[in-house]
């Protein structure tokens, strides 16, 4: 994995008080934690919000975009990893600023992650290049699709809620592959689905917040 630079003390202190808080809040993969640990959130937010890049919260991107708080990022891919060796070749459909895929390629070699969004994807692209993460492949592409070309995928992580569980993804999951994503319009919540070989398994989790999963290119 990459070497993150840039880090000042008050991050690291920032980010390990961020840690313990996970912790409390319940997230106990230590892949996970140290993932989180890993990355610098404030550079993946805007300058003015920088003091509150480790505060348990969503923040806004711009566009009508949110990168998502702490506790949800951890949540949900330590679901999509427990009691599994490794995320294998994993999809995220709304890179958004990067930040949850930077996350990710802590965990696995392969990743692929598509914004709808070419400003945000922009602003991804330069984010990796600022914390020297070169191992996620980002591409302009409605993620309603999910990604075809490089299919299968053994984890999907979705960062915006569709009405309902997109098929078209579920065909992209390897056996033994995972999704996970928000689902709603109102109310949401996050559904962790397995391809098994009885076929899908759903789980239901935790109660969400998320900003719906669009439709199209901008």
């Known amino acids: 994995m990459a070497a993150l630079s840039g880090i000042g003390m008050t991050s690291q202190r920032t980010r390990g008080r961020m840690i313990e808080r996970l912790r409390e809040q319940g997230i106990r993969n230590e892949a996970v934690l140290a993932a989180m640990a890993a ?8 300058e003015a919000l920088a003091s509150r890049a480790y505060d348990d919260t969503s923040l806004p991107l711009g566009m009508g975009q949110t990168i998502s708080q702490p506790y949800v990022v ?3 891919i330590e679901a999509l990893l427990n009691g599994r060796k490794g995320l294998g070749k994993t999809l995220e459909i709304g890179a958004g600023c990067g930040y949850q895929a930077a996350v990710l390629a802590q965990l696995t070699k392969e990743i692929f992650a598509v914004e709808r ?4 994807l922009e602003k991804a692209k330069l984010n990796m290049r600022q914390i020297q993460q070169f191992n996620v492949r980002l591409k302009l592409a409605d993620g309603n699709f999910g990604l075809p070309e ?12 569709p009405a309902r569980i997109p098929q078209v993804l579920l065909q992209q999951l390897a056996p033994g592959g995972r999704l996970i994503l928000p689902i709603g319009v109102g109310e949401q919540y996050l559904s962790l689905i397995e391809q098994t070989p009885q076929g899908f398994v759903e789980s239901r989790l935790d109660a969400v917040r998320f900003v719906p999963l669009l439709s199209g290119t901008e």
Do not use: G, N, Q, T
């Not at 990355?39 to 805007?46: D, K, N």
């Not at 969004?117 to 945000?120: E, G, I, S």
């Not at 490089?150 to 809620?161: E, F, G, L, R, T």
């Open 74 to 76: 951890a949540r949900m």
């Open 150 to 161: 490089a299919a299968p995928y053994d984890s999907i992580i979705v960062a915006a809620a």
């Open 117 to 120: 969004l070419k400003p945000l």
């Open 39 to 46: 990355v610098p959130r404030h550079i993946f937010v805007e």
